[in-house]
């Protein structure tokens, strides 16, 4: 048994979705429908459904990209009021019930293991959820053969107040990250990219953001907020960013407002929206449209030091970038060693590769000797890495 069905439809706004069920007869569903019925997966398609029977109805192994926002079980007791005696906006829609928690557990397990099907071997989901839910969802993620990857903290930059003053102020949220098994290989994480977002230091697993207000928040034609948990589109690009590249297929069983399809359109991701709420589908469909996606240079992902190809220092010598008698020095001047005609160095009696005598030199067990040596030039050190920069450039448009 599920939680009941959100009753009326929301929005006066004119549907472009797909429906599935009766009144399926529009175009993008047919041409939606035509892609599945070929084994290819929609592309930037909202259906409209439960998200259990949509998921089973996807091709296996589609998409590169799961992100969930699945009802929270908020167990509300009763309307919550202001100091004032104003009543505030809490969750308590249809969709949020569940009779108790082995039928929030069996709905939960339902669509996990409907979202894993749908996952290509090294997709990744992140599930965001608060202390109502996600412990329930981590148990079942481990239970149903996900690996955990991380938990991210979203810490919220204006959190609502705890009114009754019974417990501390519920200033985040939690969102798991997990590859599809412990064996899963090669699952995107653009760890260079974010380091170098994040003024080259290592990206964190807590994440400070405010939650979704002003201009951003959708609202309907009474001018009230028209989705109750509508999450701000910064998180999703954060996410998008780390965990997908430009192309890739994200698919949202829990779609709302749409933000994941948003965030997607800007960053050049395709989407597939599942929302069993036509109302919130519609809205969904009118933001979206109106994004426009970033410049494709802008979005493009960077390339690793991984992905790049391998440069030995030989050919940097050959090439004459360094040449075979010179000093190389460390960035600081404390070391010196010779370069010689084969790409290797002389420190004293030692002769090794740049990696190993920088190691020798500072006695350590290991140096990335690419960023430990300088070459001097027109009076100032420049790193030898640089000369791999340009090796590398020479290398791609050769390859054009
Ligand atoms: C927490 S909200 C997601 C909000 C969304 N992340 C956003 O930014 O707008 C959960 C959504 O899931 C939908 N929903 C709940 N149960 C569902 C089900 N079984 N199948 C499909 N959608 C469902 C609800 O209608 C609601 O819009």
């Known amino acids: 048994m599920r939680g009941s069905r959100a009753g009326a439809t929301r929005l006066p706004v004119q549907l472009q979705v797909l429906r599935t069920g009766r009144n399926e007869a529009r175009r993008?569903?047919?041409?939606?429908?035509?892609?599945?019925?070929?084994?290819?997966?929609?592309?930037?398609?909202?259906?409209?459904?439960?998200?259990?029977?949509?998921?089973?109805?996807?091709?296996?192994?589609?998409?590169?990209?799961?992100?969930?926002?699945?009802?929270?079980?908020?167990?509300?007791?009763?309307?919550?009021?202001r100091p004032d005696q104003s009543v505030v906006d809490a969750v308590d829609d249809d969709w949020d019930k569940f009779a108790d928690f082995g039928v929030y557990d069996s709905f939960t397990r339902a669509w996990l293991a409907g979202a894993r099907r749908a996952m290509k071997p090294d997709a990744t989901i992140v599930v965001i959820g608060s202390y109502h839910n996600i412990f329930r969802v981590g148990a079942i993620l481990q239970d149903l053969g996900f690996w955990i990857l991380n938990d991210i903290v979203w810490r919220k930059a204006n959190p609502m107040p705890n009114?009754?003053?019974?417990?501390?102020?519920?200033?985040?949220?939690?969102?798991?990250?997990?590859?599809?098994?412990?064996?899963?290989?090669?699952?995107?994480?653009?760890?260079?990219?974010?380091?170098?977002?994040?003024?080259?230091?290592?990206?964190?697993?807590?994440?400070?953001?405010?939650?979704?207000?002003?201009?951003?928040?959708?609202?309907?034609?009474?001018?009230?907020?028209?989705?109750?948990?509508?999450?701000?589109?910064a998180l999703?690009?954060?996410?998008?960013?780390?965990?997908?590249?430009?192309?890739?297929?994200?698919?949202?069983?829990?779609?709302?407002?749409?933000?994941?399809?948003?965030?997607?359109?800007?960053?050049?991701?395709?989407?597939?929206?599942?929302?069993?709420?036509?109302?919130?589908?519609?809205?969904?469909?009118?933001?979206?449209?109106?994004?426009?996606?970033?410049?494709?240079?802008?979005?493009?992902?960077?390339?690793?030091?991984?992905?790049?190809?391998?440069?030995?220092?030989?050919?940097?010598?050959?090439?004459?970038?360094?040449?075979?008698?010179?000093?190389?020095?460390?960035?600081?001047?404390?070391?010196?060693?010779?370069?010689?005609?084969?790409?290797?160095l002389t420190l004293g009696p030692a002769i090794g590769s740049i990696h190993k005598i920088g190691a020798l030199a500072q006695g350590l067990p290991a140096c990335n000797g690419w960023t430990f040596w300088h070459v001097e030039r027109a009076g100032k050190l420049v790193c030898i890495d640089d000369f791999r920069a340009v090796m590398r450039a020479a290398m791609r448009e050769a390859a054009e």
């Not at 064996?183 to 003024?199: M, R, S």
């Not at 997607?264 to 929302?275: Q, V």
């Open 28 to 81: 993008p569903a047919t041409l939606a429908k035509d892609r599945i019925a070929k084994g290819e997966p929609p592309r930037d398609a909202i259906i409209v459904g439960d998200c259990i029977d949509e998921l089973a109805r996807l091709p296996e192994a589609c998409v590169d990209f799961v992100f969930a926002d699945p009802p929270y079980n908020l167990q509300l007791e009763g309307a919550l009021s």
């Open 163 to 233: 009114f009754r003053g019974r417990r501390f102020t519920n200033a985040h949220e939690t969102m798991i990250w997990a590859a599809r098994s412990a064996e899963a290989k090669g699952y995107t994480f653009n760890y260079e990219a974010l380091k170098a977002g994040n003024e080259d230091t290592q990206a964190r697993s807590d994440w400070f953001l405010p939650i979704c207000t002003g201009a951003e928040r959708l609202k309907d034609a009474n001018g009230r907020k028209a989705h109750p948990t509508q999450k701000p589109e």
């Open 236 to 344: 999703l690009q954060r996410l998008l960013v780390a965990a997908t590249n430009a192309g890739d297929l994200v698919l949202d069983p829990f779609f709302g407002s749409g933000t994941t399809g948003a965030a997607a359109r800007r960053l050049r991701r395709h989407f597939i929206g599942l929302e069993r709420d036509a109302g919130y589908a519609a809205a969904a469909r009118a933001r979206i449209d109106a994004v426009e996606a970033f410049a494709p240079e802008a979005v493009a992902t960077a390339p690793t030091r991984r992905s790049e190809p391998r440069v030995p220092f030989l050919s940097v010598v050959e090439a004459g970038l360094v040449k075979p008698g010179e000093t190389l020095h460390d960035g600081a001047g404390r070391h010196r060693a010779m370069a010689r005609v084969d790409g290797a």
